[in-house]
């Protein structure tokens, strides 16, 4: 699991990095309490990192802050079934795994 810091347009290194960490991961969880603004660079490399997941992994996230909230719900951004689901905290995005 990542906490992740800032989702500026900075944000493109950060997936970058994270793709070549997720290789043979059937479940990533990020957790967003760290991030108070998402911009548009960030949205969109967001976007891009999960349209490029690898098949059969899905993306977690968790604790999404009111701002980043409201910029992904008026980009249309939805759960996907078995590719991107949103958990109000990390014990909901984890409850599944642990039990």
Known sequence: ?????SFFAAAEG???????????KRIVVL?????????????????RFVKRLPEGCELRISNLEFQPLRTMARAGIKP????????PNRTAALADLIS
Not at 1 to 5: D, E, I
Not at 39 to 44: R, S, V
Not at 80 to 87: E, H, K, N, Q, S
């Open 31 to 47: 957790k967003w309490d760290a991030v108070p603004v998402l911009d548009a660079g960030g949205l969109d490399a967001f976007q």
């Open 80 to 87: 996907i079934p078995g590719r991107l689901t949103f958990f």
């Open 14 to 24: 950060l997936f970058t990095d994270l793709e070549s960490r997720i290789k043979g």
């Open 1 to 5: 699991m990542l906490s992740v810091r």
